[in-house]
């Protein structure tokens, strides 16, 4: 079983920067889609990014674009999201998960059930 732990989340004011970062507990091979969502309270649960350790192509939610970047690190086993021009909007939840997949993440990645998650880290945006 593999174990997700997010870390990065905190309070900062609209325009800022953070650097959100999920601990695999085992390197992720090839085969897996990894991904970010985040939930606000009262909303759905909606995808921020996603990656596809196959060949490293990503997936950034429209909401989401030129805003975000994502990245894998196979020496420390993370996943790490660095938000930049953060909105009041972007307050939530944020987690990270994982899940093996033959097929890459696909454009409906956002959609597809993920075998592993985090616990989240909150991210408190203040106008």
């Known amino acids: 079983q593999v174990q997700l732990v997010e870390s990065g989340g905190g309070s900062v004011e609209s325009g800022g920067s953070l650097r959100l970062s999920c601990q695999f507990s085992?390197?992720?091979?090839?085969?897996?889609?990894l991904a970010w969502f985040r939930r606000a309270p009262g909303k759905e649960r909606e995808g921020v990014a996603a990656l596809d350790t196959a060949d490293n192509t990503n997936y950034i939610a429209d909401s989401m674009k030129g805003r975000v970047t994502i990245a894998q690190d196979n020496t420390k086993n993370t996943l790490d999201l660095q938000m930049n021009s953060l909105k009041p909007e972007d307050t939530a939840m944020y987690s990270c998960a994982a899940t093996m997949t033959t097929r890459g993440c696909g454009d409906d990645w956002s959609g597809r059930l993920f075998a592993h998650w985090g616990h989240g880290t909150q991210v408190t945006v203040s106008a």
């Open positions: 085992t390197r992720m091979y090839s085969g897996y889609c």
